[in-house]
């Protein structure tokens, strides 16, 4: 009852913070929108799509996927600046949960990635794109625990660093190859044979691939049951990691 009441304070807290400044979630989204207006109109020709909307069911879940590991991976730079201004500094003295400390501001960074998956579904229904509401409820879950794992990682990651300099190389040397390896712009089942091979050590891999069955509306797909299997594990080894980063940092 602790941690919820004092993880619900941080959370309150910090989308207060987010809500002074919305700028910042349509910041985040602008370039996923300019994807989804610029480059997926190419897609239907590139795919040999029948329809421009099934061009659109390919591109937009891995579009959201992108969205939701690279807004939680750069999560740490607000952290950093809280270290600065002494906040984390002032959290010692508090009774708050340390626990509470990560998950109010992961929570939050969910909540944005949410507000910004939402913009984006809605304009690709503009554009024929049709999903059914359960498994798109089912696909913002995977989402949702996509950016609690990489924002806590981010966070875990910048109390360790304590610098930006360090940490601006280091995220972008994790995202690059997460990326090239998840199969989120184009299907991997175009690659060759070895770098299929390599994709499947990529967890994101399986949550592409799940998130994309269920805008298919192939809610059975092993895919769906094995992403989300993965990403809850590893989502929860984040947290307990960052947790512990968290604790260290403030007692």
Do not use: C, H
């Amino acid at each position: 009852m602790k941690l919820a009441r004092d993880t619900w304070l941080i959370f309150q807290r910090q989308l207060r913070l987010l809500l002074r400044n919305p700028v910042w979630v349509f910041v985040g989204v602008f370039q996923p929108v300019m994807y989804l207006l610029l480059f997926a109109p190419l897609l239907k020709p590139a795919l040999n799509a029948p329809t421009q909307a099934a061009a659109y069911k390919i591109f937009v879940p891995g579009l959201l996927v992108l969205l939701a590991i690279f807004g939680g991976l750069f999560q740490g730079f607000g952290l950093l600046a809280e270290l600065r201004a002494g906040v984390i500094e002032r959290s010692r003295v508090t009774p708050v949960s340390r626990l509470a400390l990560l998950l109010g501001r992961s929570l939050r960074d969910v909540v944005s990635l949410l507000v910004q998956a939402v913009i984006i579904t809605l304009l690709a229904l503009a554009f024929g794109l049709r999903v059914i509401l359960g498994d798109l409820l089912l696909a913002y879950l995977m989402l949702a625990l996509i950016a609690l794992m990489t924002s806590a990682v981010s966070y875990g990651v910048a109390l360790k660093v304590r610098s930006e300099e360090a940490l601006a190389p280091l995220m972008n040397t994790v995202a690059q190859p997460v990326l090239l390896l998840s199969g989120i712009l184009l299907p991997l089942t175009f690659a060759p044979g070895w770098l299929q091979g390599l994709a499947r050590w990529n967890p994101f891999a399986w949550a592409v691939d799940g998130t994309r069955a269920l805008f298919a509306g192939d809610l059975g797909n092993d895919r769906v049951w094995q992403g989300l299997g993965i990403i809850t594990v590893l989502t929860l080894l984040a947290v307990t990691w960052a947790a512990r980063a968290f604790a260290r940092s403030v007692r």
